[in-house]
């Protein structure tokens, strides 16, 4: 069968902390899900991106407003795939079928994750999962890998979970109140034969960690986070990483808050449509 390019253009640009949420505005008219603000706490300037545009788009935004624009491109079958593939950092993809996944590897090499498109409980696409794919590739960066174990609170699809083990992650555990959910992510963990990723059904709100993590995910609503907040900092290791998503921006500041109290710093906020995600840092001093 004869493979098409497809080509996928990014673009970006600094623009001051002032002036940031306008951007939301100025860019409407290429939808809610393709424009993301990323601000790090007490920095003066943040980034604005536009995803998933064409080259004539692109073209367009740094004509009018400057900036820098990055080309995706990735091999197809003659038929297109179900969802164009997700590239995260630079570091492993999020494809919909198995013979991308085989084609991609062929490619480059790079780590493929095979998640089918369609799937009610996350594929990669959704902006929270996505603000949060981000979030774990930057924090894998800063850590040396095998040191360090996940833990994934609200699993869904595993796709977080399967994404620690590529970035670096020795162990996980990845929790759901859902039974479909679990049968859905353990699915998902053997398509991918990855190893050494435990999936256990849990109510967060009843749990009682009896360890910490180095890096701890909650992908939960908002209502949730906030109430189990005492709960989830607890597991979060001293000196460890939170990544929080599932909260929409006119609940930013309550979700904060609850972590804030917990002597987590928020460290980052990004933006994307009427979602955030956030990162917060437990001091290597914390009490507890």
Known sequence: MPQLAAHRFTWSRRT????????????????PMRVMLTQNAGSSSAQVQAHGLTQSEA?????????????????TK???????????????????????????LKKDGKPVLWIPAGLAFGTGEHATTAMCLRHLADIADTLEPQT????????GSAILAMAARVLGASKVLGTDFDALALRTAKENVQNNALSLIKLVRSDVLKWEP???WEVVAANLFSGVLIEAAPVIARAV?????????????EQ??????AFSAQKLTVER??????WISAYARKSAAAKR
């Open 78 to 104: 003659s038929n297109p795939p179900q969802r164009a593939p997700i590239r995260v950092r630079g570091r492993f993809s999020v494809v919909s079928t198995e013979a991308e996944k085989t084609a991609s």
């Open 252 to 257: 930013e500041a309550e979700v904060l808050a």
């Open 237 to 249: 290791a001293k000196g460890g990483h939170l990544l929080l998503s599932g909260v929409l921006r």
């Open 59 to 75: 073209s367009a935004l740094a004509a009018e407003h400057g900036g820098k624009i990055s080309e995706a491109t990735w091999l």
């Open 269 to 274: 906020v990004t933006r994307k449509g009427k």
């Open 148 to 155: 360090w174990e996940f833990l994934d609170l609200g699993t």
């Open 210 to 212: 009896d360890r910490t």
């Open 16 to 31: 001051t902390a002032t002036t940031a949420e306008g951007w939301f505005e100025t860019l409407a008219h290429l939808g």
